[in-house]
């Protein structure tokens, strides 16, 4: 049977529109995308092979477009339109910060960093930096490799906010292994960084951990 063929409340763009977004399971959205279905599945279907091929959403997105192109049933189109929406959530949040919204909302930094570092597959360590009302001023990769004392320049990262202006300053790193529990490299680089920033009277607000589940506050933590 063809979506169109469904009783109107279990189709997923009616149900959409009636209940929002977040009613949808990831299957329903991704179909949504997909728009049609193959030879004898339909677009949810064609989406719930997709997801239980690649092992779920977040490893299917974490593809690369091109390699999006090589899957069953989503070709050039199709995957560019992922990747644009993927991108157009980015900047949703990056717009948010911009505006100053992390004042009222904490978890919005940690959610971006999410964002820009889950899925890579080496490790990389980033700094958001703030102006007094702590409103982003941008957001810049500083070092890629093991988060250890010797790639990880306190210095660098002190002259960057110099650069820009900042105030105050969050920090981030993944751990590709998926496990985001600092290790004693990430606290003991922690502990540098917010004494060099101290130096110049910036403040450090936040280390982030980025593995598989929600971001891991070091602040929260106590560590910052």
């Not at 149900?15 to 193959?38: K, M, P, Q, V």
């Not at 959403?57 to 992922?82: F, Q």
């Not at 948010?96 to 360590?125: K, N, T, W």
């Not at 320049?153 to 496990?179: F, Q």
């Amino acid at each position: 049977m063809h979506i169109r063929d469904w009783p109107e409340g279990e189709r997923p763009r009616e149900r959409l529109l009636a209940h929002g977004a977040g009613s949808l399971s990831d299957a329903e959205l991704l179909a949504i995308f997909l728009g049609s279905g193959t030879a004898g599945r339909d677009a949810v279907a064609g989406a719930r092979d997709l997801l239980a091929a690649e092992g779920g959403l977040r490893p299917l997105l974490d593809r690369e477009p091109k390699a999006l192109t090589r899957l069953r049933g989503i070709g050039p189109a199709r995957a560019c339109s992922l990747a644009a929406a993927l991108e157009l959530g980015h900047r949703h949040l990056a717009a948010q910060l911009e505006r100053g919204e992390m004042l009222g909302d904490p978890g919005a930094a940690g959610r971006y960093f999410a964002q820009r570092l889950r899925g890579l597959a080496h490790e990389v360590f980033a700094a958001l930096f703030l102006d007094t009302r702590h409103r982003a001023l941008g957001f810049e990769e500083l070092f890629r490799g093991s988060i250890d004392g010797a790639e990880v320049h306190p210095r660098a990262l002190v002259e960057r906010a110099l650069a820009r202006g900042a105030a105050a300053v969050i920090i981030g790193h993944n751990h590709p292994s998926g496990n985001p529990e600092p290790s004693a490299a990430d606290r003991a680089v922690t502990a540098r960084i917010k004494q060099a920033l101290g130096l110049v009277d910036i403040r450090l607000l936040d280390h982030f951990v980025i593995g598989d589940g929600p971001p891991l506050s070091m602040a929260a933590r106590g560590l910052v």
